[in-house]
T-cell receptor, first 114, second 115 residues
């Protein structure tokens, strides 16, 4: 089965802790993306990567970090600098060539600060 | 800069009636346009897209969308709504000259279909 796997589905973080959200794809896509979803605000782009070992900040990158050491993997770390991390996080991927190709999404990780 | 507007936070329709979910966009060049649906606590599912050609695009689950370049709109439609269509719908855009870049999404419209 080809697709995008996000884990865990639910994650709880204490104040001041860093946490890492996993995103793995077996679609052979070059480009991968992280979005944050809050009620009434739609999807906001955190980071994206068009190729291994390269990534760019999105609109709300502050308090987050990423790495892209392998084509299949694009983990997102929510650092203690992110003041309001409670949200639903979505990972997506698409081929790098061809702007007409849709993005494919994982099932999301819901992060809650406790 | 690219942007998408979904002017209605919620659309309510009765089962069997036609539905329309509105979307307008802004890009510097020509657009590729997409519609996605999201069920609670799930990822986004692709419904349909406009690339070029016929302005009326047909997609999954009986949905269709009409591209109107002069009005910069891409409204989602369905002739007869089902209760199971109740979900959150997102419109997205990408400039045709920006392959590999992220889709830009609207804020979403909640569709509620009553029986």
């Amino acid at each position: 089965d080809g697709g995008i796997t996000q884990s865990p589905k639910y994650l709880f973080r204490k104040e001041g802790q860093n946490v890492t959200l996993s995103c793995e794809q077996n679609l052979n896509h070059d480009a991968m993306y992280w979005y944050r979803q809050d009620p009434g605000q739609g999807l906001r782009l955190i980071y994206y990567s068009q190729i291994v070992n390269d990534f760019q900040k999105g609109d709300i990158a502050e308090g987050y970090s990423v790495s892209r050491e392998k084509k299949e993997s694009f983990p997102l770390t929510v650092t203690s600098a992110q003041k309001n991390p409670t949200a639903f996080y979505l990972c997506a991927s698409s081929p790098r060539e061809g702007a007409s190709t849709e993005a494919f999404f994982g099932q999301g990780t819901r992060l809650t600060v406790v | 800069a690219q942007s998408v507007a979904q002017p209605e936070d919620q659309v309510n329709v009765a089962e069997g009636n036609p539905l329309t979910v509105k979307c307008t966009y802004s890009v510097s060049g020509n657009p590729y346009l997409f519609w996605y649906v999201q069920y609670p606590n799930r990822g986004l599912q692709f419904l349909l897209k406009y690339i070029t050609g016929d302005n009326l695009v047909k997609g999954s689950y009986g949905f269709e969308a009409e591209f109107n370049k002069s009005q910069t709109s891409f409204h989602l439609k369905k002739p007869s709504a089902l209760v199971s269509d109740s979900a959150l719908y997102f419109c997205a855009v990408r400039d045709i000259n920006q392959a590999g870049t992220a889709l830009i999404f609207g804020k979403g419209t909640t569709l509620s279909v009553s029986s």
